[in-house]
């Protein structure tokens, strides 16, 4: 429907797949386009919801620019909102991790749409207990 040049990154195309459910559930009419295109546009909405590539070649041809500009407000809300969120809710850690750790890291991270920390919170946030005492692990003994 449109050339707009806006690309819906990878990480960001959860809270626009989000947006665009609410919308479609709230409005039938939403895409502003004829029944027999509605129907269409939706069945390959569904289909181009879980790749990247897809979902932005589905938006391209079916959006027009308001439609793209309330995707690209919604998703600048939800990253100021999570920037606020991380800045004065906890403070940060920088940590080295060897190159392996780090792919195994981005590799999941990338797979559940979550940054780094979020995998590790996710994943290992209920594992509080441990083998060793803290002085005794290999992390704290060069401290």
Known sequence: MTDYPYIIRQQDRKVATTFIDSQL??????FGTTKPQHSAAKQEYLAARADPIHFNTWCQKWLNEAQWMEIRK???MHKDHKEKRQRYTEPHKTISVTHHAWEILSELALQDQL???EVIVNRLGNNHATDCSPTESRYNLGN
């Not at 559930?25 to 939403?30: F, G, L, N, P």
């Open 25 to 30: 559930s709230k409005d039938s009419e939403w």
């Open 74 to 76: 919604v998703i600048s």
């Open 115 to 117: 940054s780094l920390s």
